[in-house]
């Protein structure tokens, strides 16, 4: 059964502490996307990656970090350097062609306290 | 549940009309388009999508139409149903080959039985 899947579901940080969400997907996708959605708002870019070892800043980047050790993963990091980093965060991949579409986890809800 | 859906527009309509959630696009350049749907909680997921070489593409109760000259993308839904009540939004991308995406703010549909 393919897919994408973020752990954990709901998670809680105290402010001024770093926080790692994880992300792994089994459907052999090259290109892998973080996003932050907050209430009322489009989905924003945090980074993406279109291929191993290799990551690009999206919109929204400052306060947070990724790695790309594995085709399958692409955690990233909030860390005490975001401002305000209680959000609704997916994880997203897709093939490395032009115009597919991005298939989504199931969202890990980050709440910092 | 998520509170994504908050100060977003609303489309409430009655089980078995057929409804209709309409998105302006910002990128002229823009190419290639998809219509997600997300329920309270959960990652977003896709429902159909459409290139600009088209003007109109049908799914499986589900229908898209491209207005290119005022930059409007709908989504059509036959015969709504009180599992289609989800927050709907489009996503644009340009031929560029970085994989990024537009994505819009939302509407919530509500489907009253």
């Known amino acids: 059964d393919g897919g994408i899947t973020q752990s954990p579901k709901y998670l809680f940080r105290k402010e001024g502490q770093n926080v790692t969400l994880s992300c792994e997907q089994n459907?052999?996708?090259?290109?892998m996307y973080w996003y932050r959605q907050d209430p009322g708002q489009g989905l924003r870019l945090i980074y993406y990656?279109?291929?191993?070892?290799?990551?690009q800043k999206g919109d929204i980047a400052e306060g947070y970090s990724v790695s790309r050790e594995k085709k399958e993963s692409f955690p990233l990091t909030v860390t005490s350097a975001q401002k305000n980093p209680t959000a609704f965060y997916l994880c997203?991949?897709?093939?490395?062609?032009?115009?597919?579409?991005?298939?989504f986890g199931p969202g890990t809800r980050l709440t910092v306290l | 549940g998520e509170s994504v859906g908050l100060h977003l527009p609303t489309l409430s309509v009655q089980e078995g009309d057929n409804s209709i959630i309409n998105c302006a696009y910002s990128?002229?350049?823009?190419?290639?388009f998809i219509w997600y749907k997300q329920e309270s909680g959960k990652g977003p997921q896709f429902i159909i999508d459409?290139?600009?070489?088209?003007d109109k593409r049908q799914g499986q109760r589900v229908t898209v139409l491209l207005n290119k000259t005022v930059k409007h993308l709908s989504l059509q839904i036959a015969a709504t149903q009180p599992g289609d009540s989800a927050v709907y939004f489009c996503?644009?991308?340009?031929?560029?080959?970085?994989?990024?995406?537009?994505f819009g703010t939302g509407t919530r549909l509500k489907v009253l039985a």
């Open positions: 459409i290139r600009s070489n088209m």
């Open positions: 990656s279109q291929i191993v070892n290799d990551f």
């Open positions: 990128n002229s350049a823009s190419d290639y």
């Open positions: 996503a644009e991308t340009a031929i560029s080959g970085t994989y990024k995406y537009i």
């Open positions: 997203a991949s897709s093939r490395r062609t032009d115009h597919n579409e991005q298939f």
């Open positions: 459907l052999n996708h090259d290109a």
